[in-house]
């Protein structure tokens, strides 16, 4: 009976050792997930109490110049609650203060919900109101959640009132990682220079800032039909016009796209693309294109800068007289 134990406890041991030698496959796999400040469209903001201008909503819109204000008459504590409309792995917050008012609140607490009803306590955080950018809140560990309320607790000690606002609520979360494809940038702050351009005030304006304005957007001095840049016509401009589109900053550009005017006989038929990093020397980027100026659908031009670049020309080389553009868009791969 005694040999028996021990052959008993040899297996155990033996099987310790066995399970402690096996590789651990964890580690070999590969997340499909990745950490970004997540997409705020179609989200939802309601709070404890607001003014007639100053909404909830406002700290989803991605402008910092607006903010949610509580109401004058409303008494702390002051809360904020944020809907994502599905369940998201949250990994950190990030908080805004209302611009150049440092009277906001001091402290915060920070709760999750799953059902918008029942909801557990993240922890009680310090913010500083006088500070006008973003500061940003780690969870940890990292919580699934589809609501966050925001609880103002404490005002700062230059608040006579009970007031409180904030100007931004942003999330960064885990998500899925997207495969790669081209995606467009967005052209906020975005402008554009050219050779010459139709600019009437109180008769027709077609200015070089208009190819990257947003595609749904219409002639100012013609509502019926997109936007769009075009050669001066009051002086002949002869052959090549160009127009150089301002990024802002530095992108590795795969794709351009282009949009005709809707009238084909203000078009063009051939054109260059070059592209430069201080908008003074250009390098240009492939043979001469051919552009099909009958038809509004945008067309795409891949491109292949050796590095990134801030600056976008296209030189027109070939079409009719005081030919137009559309639209620009900028595309890089994802």
């Known amino acids: 009976m005694k040999n028996i134990k021990i052959y008993v406890v040899c297996l155990l041991l033996g099987g310790l050792v066995l399970n402690s030698c096996k590789k651990d496959k964890s580690a070999a796999l590969s997340s499909n997930l990745e950490e970004v400040v997540l997409d705020r469209s179609g989200w939802s903001a309601t709070a404890s109490s607001q003014e007639t201008t100053n909404l909830p909503g406002t700290v989803l819109d991605g402008n910092t110049n607006t903010f949610w204000s509580s109401n004058t008459t409303a008494q702390f504590p002051h809360w904020l609650l944020i809907d994502m409309k599905k369940q998201t792995v949250v990994t950190k917050i990030g908080l805004t203060a209302k611009q150049g008012d440092p009277k906001g609140f001091t402290k915060f607490r920070l709760e999750g919900s799953n059902d918008g009803t029942n909801f557990s306590i993240i922890g009680e955080l310090v913010f500083n109101p006088a500070v006008y950018t973003e500061q940003a809140f780690t969870l940890s560990p990292a919580r699934n959640l589809r609501y966050l ?45 050219a050779s010459s351009e139709v600019n009437y005030p109180g008769d027709e304006t077609n200015l070089a800032a208009y190819v990257v304005d947003v595609i749904s957007a219409k ?14 016509y009051d002086v002949l401009h002869p052959y090549p016009h160009w127009i150089i589109v301002d990024m802002k900053k530095a992108s590795l550009l795969s794709y351009i796209g282009l949009n005709a005017h809707t009238d084909p ?36 031009f891949p491109v292949s800068p050796t590095a990134p670049i801030r600056y976008v020309k296209i030189t027109l080389l070939e079409g009719t007289s005081y030919p137009c553009l559309a639209n620009f868009e900028g595309y890089v791969k994802l």
């Open 149 to 193: 309320k925001l609880t103002a607790l404490e005002k700062a000690a230059t608040q006579t009132g009970n007031i409180t606002f904030l100007a931004e609520f942003s999330v960064t979360g885990l998500q899925e990682r997207k495969p790669i494809t081209d995606i467009a940038l967005s052209k906020t702050g975005w402008t554009a220079t």
């Open 219 to 232: 002639s100012p001095t013609a509502p019926t039909v997109p936007s769009f840049w075009q050669a001066d």
């Open 265 to 300: 006989k203000q078009g063009f038929s051939k054109f260059s693309i070059s592209g430069s990093v201080d908008g003074v020397n250009f390098t240009q980027l492939g043979d001469d294109r051919n552009f099909n100026p009958t038809t509004v659908n945008e067309q795409k």
